[in-house]
């Protein structure tokens, strides 16, 4: 659960995505206790983006990470950085397909 008071975010911050989202396919597994989504993102990079970026940041909140899998291959602890509410994967090409399996208790979500 969050401590902290959201901080303001300013239209002056914002910035083109890095990457583009071509599909989304969601699978959730319901249990008593809280939820398993299965995510697959079929993304690639956008070319009107101005950053250098090669790494992809994906924001979250309260999910703890089971498994990432880029293009069909099982990623290993050292080529990602799970930081708590923000998932890195330091370098993917420039169009590739994440699945990303998380469990979430929606049932504390207060």
């Known amino acids: 659960m969050r401590t902290s008071q959201p901080q303001t975010i300013y239209l002056s911050e914002y910035r ?9 396919d969601l699978r959730f597994e319901l249990f008593e206790d ?12 956008n070319p ?5 970026g090669e790494q992809l940041e994906l924001n979250g909140d309260s999910l703890t990470l ?23 994967v330091p370098a993917v090409p420039d169009a590739f397909e994440l699945k990303v399996v998380t469990w979430i208790e929606p049932q504390n979500n207060t």
């Open 16 to 24: 083109v995505p890095e990457f583009l989202v071509d599909h989304v």
């Open 34 to 45: 809280g939820a398993r989504v299965h995510s697959t993102l079929a993304m690639h990079r």
């Open 48 to 52: 009107e983006a101005s950053g250098s």
């Open 66 to 88: 089971e498994s990432i899998h880029l293009d069909g291959r099982a990623l290993q602890a050292s080529e990602y950085e799970d930081r708590g509410e923000l998932l890195v």
